[in-house]
């Protein structure tokens, strides 16, 4: 049984938990929202209301399954109005993700749709091959202050690296040279986005490393995702390899994007890092956590590398198909977008940057805290 299914506050959730400067914590609320059933199409429209003062808002529903797809067919705002269609993904200041087993929605994702106190509808599409099906969805609301600079608390969880100088766990990671450089130019990288490395939790990883140690397909990346604590902080799990199963090598991978903030046990609660180059190229692991911790925390690429879409915020570099090929290369957008940390294939030393958009939309994420 999936905590999705568990109704409790995110309060009570967070008393044992011993990350987190408690700031946030307190402006953080926690509401199950209960099981929804789609009609015969698999629509189902979820209602959930934000608070007065509202910062940011995140819906999430699931389990539907790895072999299953979600997105929203349409999302209306507190007045009524339809602030997203998915018939036109890339028009509004909304962007929703088409993902297996949990789809989350976070508002926002940029300055032009921002979060406001009333009752919301995500209206949900499930393409579930046996319909109509049942879900349980979940919301986070964040209250408060928001500020220009922010840090985030991390958990770095060792499920198992081979080969690294001086092992790699709970006990060496605080000391780990290629570790602790990664975080350094981590931080560095994230600077341009307002936002600093909290405090840092070392985790050893407690489930079945064996099968975790290399990520073998979605199944086994999200059900890895699930293992990762309730809590406001970014769970960053390090592995040998990742495999979504067509035999190529993955560096990283985040849940979603977005990822589910502050709330542990599902497949969209955290990130995966290729570790394998730790000790060889720590900056290269910092690009990736710099990255992929970008998409857990509300940013999509500025422009897609097949031209599939756009990110929805107005001051990313958008890069144009110079040569008419129907594809981008980071050759091709150099000086229009490959230079962004966003980028699809960010290089190290050429991917360096971020704009003032993603740095306020990362600032107002539910775990991220003010300075
Ligand atoms: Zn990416």
Redesign the pocket.
């Known amino acids: 049984m999936s905590r999705l299914l568990v109704g409790a506050t995110l309060a009570l959730l967070l008393a044992g938990c011993d990350s987190g400067t408690g700031q946030n914590a307190e402006n953080l609320s926690y509401e199950d929202l209960g099981p929804f059933k789609t009609d015969a199409d698999g629509l189902v429209d979820v209602p959930w209301d934000m608070p007065e003062g509202v910062v940011s808002s995140e819906v999430f529903c699931g389990p539907y399954g790895y072999d299953t797809l979600a997105t929203a067919d349409d999302v209306t705002d507190a007045s009524g109005s339809a602030v997203y269609d998915d018939d036109a993904p890339s028009s509004g200041g909304l962007r929703v993700s088409v993902l297996d087993d949990t789809l989350p929605v976070l508002v926002p994702v940029s300055p032009n749709l921002e979060a406001a106190a009333g009752t919301w509808t995500l209206g949900l599409y499930i393409s579930a091959s046996d319909l109509p099906t049942t879900v349980s969805c979940a919301a986070i609301n964040r209250i408060g202050d928001t500020a220009a600079t922010n840090t985030v608390d991390v958990n770095l969880v060792f499920v198992g690296v081979d080969g690294l100088s001086a092992g790699l766990n709970a006990q060496s990671g605080a000391g780990h040279e290629g570790l602790q450089s990664a975080l350094t130019t981590l931080d560095d990288l994230w600077s341009d986005l307002g936002l600093a490395v909290g405090n840092v939790r070392y985790t050893d990883f407690d489930g079945a490393t064996d099968t975790y140690t290399t990520i073998e397909g979605a199944e086994e990346f999200g059900d890895l995702l699930r293992t990762a604590s309730d809590g406001p902080e970014l769970t960053f799990f390090f592995v040998q390899d990742i495999d979504l199963g067509d035999g190529a090598s993955i560096l990283g991978l985040s849940g979603g994007p977005p990822g589910v903030a502050g709330y542990g046990g599902t497949s969209k609660s955290g990130v995966v890092i290729n570790a394998a180059d730790l000790d060889a190229s720590p900056d290269e692991i910092a690009l990736i956590m710099a990255?992929?911790g970008g998409?857990f925390l509300g940013l999509f690429?500025p422009t897609e590398k097949d031209l599939t879409g756009v990110d929805p915020l107005d001051d990313t570099p958008e890069c144009s198909d110079s040569d008419g090929d129907g594809a981008l290369t980071s050759a091709e957008c150099a000086g229009s977008g490959a230079e962004n940390v966003?980028w699809?294939t960010a290089q190290v030393g050429t991917a360096t940057t971020f704009s003032a958009d993603q740095g306020w939309v990362v600032a107002r994420n539910p775990i991220t805290i003010p300075d």
Request: glycine share 0%; aromatic share 0%.
């Open positions: 990255h992929e998409h690429h966003m699809p």
